[in-house]
């Protein structure tokens, strides 16, 4: 499968595994500092990268800060936000680059390895294994409690 980097630019990820990884890496990096955000998806078959698609039906995104950054994925017509199976789920206000913050739980703050490690299992696998992890349903563009 074929995935894209949709961060300011586009950017269309390696064929080889290896390479792959190390760009997921190197944005993931920059979260925060370059970047608001970032979104990871699959490139529809048979589609230019010069073409304007958006991420609709499978994504994994990110935004905060090097300090701390959330992990969302869409599938199966659902955004969830991935976190911690233990800690807090008291609401905190988490940065972002723009000065900004966001509404997340406690637990749903990754550092810049952890959120590696889930993006690079989602490259290399095009899925993520949620046993290990609190997976909680979100609205779009808005904070619910719903699971």
Known sequence: MEMFSDITSRTVLSEDPEEAEEEVVNILR??????????????????????????THEY?????????????WKRDGHLVALGHPTGSTEHIDLA?????TIA????EVFSPDEAIALF???LTTDTIDT????????????????A
């Open 60 to 72: 994994m995104q990110t935004t905060g800060t090097q300090d701390g950054l959330t992990v969302e």
């Open 104 to 107: 997340v739980h406690r637990n």
């Open 30 to 55: 920059i979260v925060g500092d370059y970047f608001l955000y970032a979104i990871f998806y699959p490139w529809p078959d048979g589609v230019s990268v010069y073409d304007d698609v958006k991420a």
């Open 96 to 100: 972002q680059k723009d000065d900004s």
């Open 120 to 122: 690079t299992e989602y």
């Open 131 to 146: 046993t290990h992890l609190s997976v909680r349903e979100i609205g779009y563009g808005e904070d619910t409690d719903e």
